[in-house]
């Protein structure tokens, strides 16, 4: 059983920063792919970004995130960070972090067995 702690959400002005982090357990955390996804209010969850273990790690970003997101891992920690700059209102929305991918489709929801229980981050305009 994997288990995913998410923190580090909260309320920020529109061009602000946060940090999210995901703390794992119960799982080799260095070797194992994770991701991020958001849900907005009466929307569907939507991938964010993902680190893939294939040759190295492998981080991948959802285009509307491209040059605003970045993604870094303490494996010390057994946690993986989503640093989000440049924050736009459009942003504000629940994000969950993911684990235990099952298949290539790592943009998926379905593809993974495991997540956290969520952070909310709202961005004010």
């Known amino acids: 059983q994997v288990n995913l702690v998410e923190s580090g959400g909260g309320l920020v002005q529109a061009g602000g920063s946060l940090r999210l982090s995901c703390t794992a357990s119960?799982?080799?955390?260095?070797?194992?792919?994770m991701a991020w996804f958001r849900q907005a209010p009466g929307k569907e969850r939507e991938f964010v970004a993902a680190a893939i273990t294939w040759s190295g790690l492998t981080t991948f970003y959802a285009d509307f995130v491209k040059g605003r997101f970045t993604l870094s891992r303490d494996n010390n920690k057994n946690t993986e960070y989503l640093q989000m700059n440049s924050l736009k209102p459009e942003d504000t929305a629940v994000y969950y972090c993911?684990?235990?991918?099952?298949?290539?489709?790592?943009?998926?929801?379905?593809?993974?067995?495991?997540w956290g229980q969520g952070t909310q981050v709202t961005v004010s305009s």
């Open positions: 119960g799982q080799t955390f260095k070797t194992s792919p």
């Open positions: 993911a684990a235990g991918l099952s298949s290539g489709a790592y943009r998926e929801t379905t593809a993974y067995n495991y």
